[in-house]
């Protein structure tokens, strides 16, 4: 059973304006996707559909089979806590630490306290922000704030994880960093998808890409040489090369 | 989720955004002040003019010469008339005496000139609703084909009413009691509107942490409790140093003066501690209620 599934979905807003246009397609357990196209051509509008944030003008959206539209408003919360989302502008709580940021999602569950204390700052320390426990969104860089919103978004491990230009705000080898991060939370079995306009990166990355244009869906290619057996280290050496960054961070 | 937790959710609600919420919680006890001022304002006055409806009377004149049996008949008749409230007996003798002691100039000069009392004896007529007075003195004198009126008993002389003070009672007075009522309505209803504005904008600051809350699986209730509780703080902040203002302002100012204030003097004014208790009620409900209800429009998503 596909993890995400598009039946003919359209979305028309209120204005007119086409943010889907009968698009279909299926994404399996544990895939990686890129969502690629201009700005405006519905990336956004495709993820904040399958968050049930918008609801389709036509056709049906499936998540691990079950349709969108029959899940009633109350069960929506249930729905989001097995989808991490991450967005461009990071969507944190300003007024709270990056701990406390992360154990919201845990809050949100019932998650018993000792639980949270224990897993908060083990994601923290995977994403790198073992140090930054106490600060306040604001005293944090752009890809540091990033971190924590991933950090939030993959603590419950939901089984899929949604990106809209997690890198957008970063300069190359922030976002480098980024894609990394989200690409090791692939590898341990979350379907991801990411939703970006920068085609470089999507084409050094060679995952499979689903390009849009004015709400439909134009490409849809395997980009072959999905590699299996790469290490999280041998990806972002890759990703470096590819992107002619050096490892130190400096562009060649 | 324990109670503990929105508790600390909404003291960091509170602490993170002091600004708006004191201008809530000032908000909140600038209105019940003065809700707390006008309250017994308005109740003294719709008092006053009750007691000057009271005055409204229909006055039984009983004929010269009936006999016992017929008085005691009249009376019995009265009291079952609809809308009568109380019956009063006056002897010519009473009644003269009470006209005496109204206008004593009068009766300096003339009382010789009258010769005896020409005042009837009379059985004085008190309306439970003076507005519907007429009905009484048409039951007792009905009016006959040319309109005169007839009197249903023997013992009636006549049955009269000062038609033109009972007029301008009823209208003056009902004119006082529409308009106190009026400016009560508006005023509780700014006050609402002005708390629950408040509110809002306390809660509009933080709509976009409501949208990211939603965004990562709260419900609703998760969201809703901690303001719910900050509401219920505000009001209950406000609330207090509003009464504590009104107990210092009524020991200090009005207290002393009680027995030369006739308004505050008044019947049916409200109870001190009922109307603190009650105002302090009123803040919390309408503090929380204007919480949840603004956080509706942004829980949408
Ligand atoms: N809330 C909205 N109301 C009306 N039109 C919208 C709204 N959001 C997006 N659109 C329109 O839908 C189209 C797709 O937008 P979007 O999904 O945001 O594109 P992208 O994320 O690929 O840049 C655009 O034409 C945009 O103007
Ligand atoms: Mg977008």
Redesign the pocket.
């Known amino acids: 059973m596909p993890v995400v599934e598009l039946r003919e979905v359209s979305k028309i807003?209120?204005?007119g304006?086409?943010?889907l246009d009968r698009a279909s397609t299926r994404i399996g357990r544990g895939e990686f996707v890129f969502l690629v196209?201009?700005?405006?051509?519905?990336?956004?509008?495709?993820i904040r559909l399958l968050t049930k944030e918008l609801d389709p003008s036509a056709g049906d959206i499936l998540i691990a089979g079950k349709k969108l539209g029959d899940v009633s408003p109350s069960k929506v919360p249930l729905l989001r806590r097995n989808i991490g989302t991450v967005f461009q502008d990071y969507k944190l709580l300003p007024n709270r630490t990056v701990y406390d940021n992360v154990a919201y999602s845990l809050q949100v569950i019932g998650e018993p306290r000792t639980d949270i204390r224990r897993k908060v700052p083990d994601i923290l320390r995977l994403v790198g922000l073992s140090t930054k426990l106490h600060n306040f969104p604001d005293e944090l860089s752009g890809g540091e704030q990033q971190r924590v919103s991933i950090a939030r978004a993959f603590v419950n491990h939901p089984p899929l994880l949604l990106a809209?230009e997690p890198t957008g705000n970063l300069d190359p080898e922030t976002s480098i960093g980024i894609m990394q991060l989200i690409y090791r939370i692939n590898r341990t079995g979350t379907t991801v998808v990411v939703?970006t306009?920068d085609n470089e990166m999507v084409d050094k990355m060679r995952r499979r890409v689903i390009e849009?244009r004015e709400?439909r869906i134009v490409r849809d290619e395997l980009s072959g040489l999905y590699r299996p057996d790469e290490s999280t280290t041998e990806f972002a050496v890759r990703l470096r090369g590819e992107l002619g960054v050096g490892p130190e961070g400096h562009p060649n | 989720m324990p109670f503990g937790f929105f508790l600390k959710e909404a003291i960091r609600g509170l602490s993170r955004n002091s600004a708006p919420a004191l201008a809530a919680l000032l908000t909140v006890m600038l209105t019940a002040l003065v809700l707390g001022v006008f309250i017994p304002i308005v109740q003294a006055t719709t008092g006053t003019a009750n007691e000057v409806r009271d005055r409204v009377v229909v006055n039984v004149y009983v004929k010269d010469g009936s006999t016992e049996a017929e008085r005691t008949e009249l009376r019995t008749a009265i009291e079952r008339t609809a809308n009568v409230k109380s019956v009063e007996f006056i002897s010519k003798d009473e009644g003269l005496a009470t006209a005496r002691e109204k206008n004593p100039a009068a009766f300096e000069e003339g009382a010789e000139l009258l010769g005896e009392n020409p005042l009837p004896d009379t059985f004085r007529v008190v309306p439970d609703d003076p507005g519907e007075v007429a009905g009484i003195i048409d039951r007792l004198a009905p009016k006959d084909a040319d309109g005169v009126r007839v009197p249903s008993l023997a013992a009636i002389d006549e049955v009269r009413n000062k038609e033109e003070d009972t007029a301008k009672i009823l209208s003056a007075t009902s004119l006082v009691k529409i308009l106190t009522a009026g400016l009560a309505a508006l005023l509780i209803f700014a006050s609402v509107a002005l708390v629950a504005n408040t509110t809002r904008l306390s809660i509009f600051a933080r709509r976009r942490e409501v949208e990211v809350m939603k965004l990562v699986g709260a419900t609703n209730w998760f969201i809703r409790w901690p303001f719910v509780i900050e509401g219920v703080f505000v009001g209950f902040m406000g609330g207090v140093l509003a009464v504590l203002l009104l107990t210092i302002a009524k020991e200090t100012f009005i207290d002393p003066l009680e027995d030369r204030f006739a308004l505050l003097a008044a019947p049916e004014t409200i109870d001190f501690g009922l109307l603190i208790g009650l105002l302090l009620l009123a803040c919390i409900a309408v503090s929380s209620a204007g919480s949840a209800l603004t956080l509706r429009r942004f829980l949408r998503v």
């Open positions: 807003y209120d204005g304006s086409v943010g196209g201009p700005t405006g051509c519905g990336k956004s509008t495709a809209d939703a306009h849009l709400g």
